[in-house]
């Protein structure tokens, strides 16, 4: 039985007891029943607070509503027995057939097991990584880009339709100082004020020289100065742009639209949207400038939208691209933005509101910083200074799953250390290490046993599966849909990665404890053929997760 199966029966048993007027309450008071598993297992295989929820409504104490409810469901085939405990909570004990039954369950549902609907006809548009284009993806892009797929890949297992979005600013002073360090590095001027440095600036200028020689353009250092930084501004983005898309591919992500600030300003939205919330009153006139009354919206002050200069504010290009995104089919707008946005939560929310749309249907996920380590010892990076440690760098030394899973691994708003040297050894302190060995270990399991002749297909009978070992796994595996849900609720990618590090776990155990093929003169017996369901389901589910977070299940390592 598994945990939705449960819960469904749970619900059931409660409908019922309305019917024969057991508990006073109205169908369409009757939840989802949320099952868990008991901190103790000898407390039970699940445990549910439904009593202690419905209570109030039914008139009555949430033990005597346990009570009640805990007298059906003894009745009901493949729950052993459950009891009550505490002010309200029921504890469930499975019987064999109906904890083992979870095995087959898995392994026919296959790659849907877990999958949910609760986002069925939302169309979320995700901006994640949006990095300016004057340098490679460095390692806080790298955290935006596996956490924002990982996301991408949770919310359409739940059924949203995703809109995987790249950001690029543009348009504004960090692309003009951009121009300028190719420039200087090209005319042996010093680098401006606050520029660019490092060994790729070198190379995108070298680039861009090339690039004129090979495509006939005139000179660019016979052209007048602004000309010179038009053309650099040009084509070093455009380079740079190139190489960022090319890095993202190759670190297993890719983008559905890269969306260019400039074209906010260049099609006229930008002036559209001010245009709009200026008639519809949102925005008011004050020291020669036009402000956006976000306080109406939560915000802790009015913010400046068209300064007194006429020039739009940075606000404004936030809610002309809001307006965009809505326009182009996204009901929620989710957001990953660095430490140092939280002013923007408020606002972007306040910019929604204005809109007319719902406050709520933005979301912004503040990330925080990665620091490297190698040799026990920091490793700095400063992309103007030009010691960059980028995107290719962490992939360099520790490879792609690696890089995603450590990097995945953590809330996002929790600073983390990659350690260089743990995650480049093949032992079981490296979590990724850990979880993708034990998936080839289940592939081996089923390789040896497909030796044997033994086969799924011959055998299936749950009763025995009765080792301690089996218990604890099946309920681990038991619990990947709620691990799931909870994942997707909270957006909260990390969940999965540490659940998967306790299916590897749990299956060790059951690996070192039990075995699927026989041993010495033992002959194949329907306890090996079911024990295989048993294997081949935790690959599953560790197949699954791993799927979730972009990071391939080896059957070999």
């Not at 890095?247 to 559209?272: A, I, N, T």
Request: proline letters at 3%; glycine letters at 8%; a negative charge.
């Amino acid at each position: 039985m598994t945990p939705e199966e449960l819960s469904a029966t749970i619900r059931a048993a409660i409908l019922a007891g309305i019917d024969d007027s057991d508990f006073q309450l109205s169908p369409f008071d009757v939840p989802e029943a949320r099952v868990e598993r008991p901190r103790q297992r000898e407390h039970g295989d699940w445990a549910t607070n439904v009593a202690m929820q419905l209570a109030k409504k039914a008139g009555t104490s949430p033990r005597d509503f346990a009570e009640t409810l805990v007298e059906r469901l003894r009745e009901i085939d493949g729950i052993a027995t459950a009891d009550v405990a505490g002010p309200g909570f029921i504890n469930i004990f499975l019987d064999a057939d109906a904890a083992g039954l979870l095995a087959k369950g898995i392994v026919d549902y296959g790659d849907d097991y877990g999958r949910g609907e609760s986002l069925t006809g939302t169309t979320v548009n995700l901006e994640f990584v949006s990095a300016n284009p004057t340098g490679p993806v460095h390692l806080g892009g790298a955290r935006w880009a596996a956490v924002g797929d990982s996301l991408a890949r949770l919310l359409e297992f739940h059924g949203a339709s995703v809109i995987r979005e790249y950001y690029f600013n543009d348009h504004g002073v960090q692309i003009d100082r951009f121009a300028a360090s190719l420039l200087a590095v090209v005319t042996g001027e010093e680098a401006p004020e606050d520029g660019y440095g490092g060994d790729y600036i070198q190379d995108t200028a070298n680039e861009v020289m090339m690039e004129a020689a090979a495509g006939g353009y005139r000179d660019p250092l016979e052209l007048p100065r602004e000309e010179q930084l038009e053309f650099f501004r040009e084509h070093g983005v455009a380079l740079m742009f190139n190489l960022v898309k090319q890095s993202l591919h190759d670190f297993g992500v890719d983008f559905d639209v890269f969306f260019h600030e400039d074209s906010l300003h260049e099609s006229g939205k930008v002036d559209k949207a001010v245009k709009e919330l200026k008639e519809s009153g949102a925005l008011y006139e004050a020291d020669g400038a036009w402000w956006l009354r976000s306080t109406d919206y939560g915000d802790d002050k009015d913010r400046v939208v068209i300064k007194s200069d006429g020039n739009p504010a940075y606000i404004a290009g936030d809610i002309a691209y809001i307006r965009d995104k809505h326009e182009r089919g996204a009901d929620r707008f989710i957001y990953l933005l660095g430490a140092d946005h939280h002013g923007y939560i408020a606002r972007l929310k306040a910019a929604a509101a204005a809109l007319g749309y719902d406050a709520d249907s933005v979301e912004v996920i503040i990330g925080q910083l990665v620091n490297l380590v190698k040799d026990g010892q920091p490793v700095r990076m400063s992309k103007r200074a030009g010691t960059v440690v980028t995107m290719e760098d962490l992939v360099e030394v520790v490879g792609v799953d690696a890089a995603r899973y450590a990097l995945a691994r953590s809330s996002a708003d929790s600073t983390i250390d990659i350690d260089l040297d743990l995650l480049a050894s093949q032992s079981n302190a490296n979590p990724v290490f850990y979880v993708q060995y034990a998936h080839a270990r289940t592939a081996g399991v089923a390789r040896n046993a497909a030796e044997y002749g033994i086969r799924r297909e011959d055998a299936f009978d749950p009763s025995l599966l009765t080792h301690e070992t089996e218990s604890a796994l099946l309920g681990i595996l038991g619990e990947f849909p709620r691990i799931v849900t909870q994942a997707v609720e909270f957006r909260e990618q990390h969940r999965i990665a540490r659940y998967l590090e306790d299916v590897a776990a749990a299956f060790n155990q059951w690996y070192d404890r039990t075995r699927v093929t026989p041993q010495g003169d033992e002959e194949v017996s329907d306890l090996h053929r079911t024990r295989l369901w048993v294997n081949d389901a935790t690959g599953q589910v560790l197949r699954n997760g791993l799927t979730l977070l972009g990071v391939s299940a080896p059957e070999r390592m």
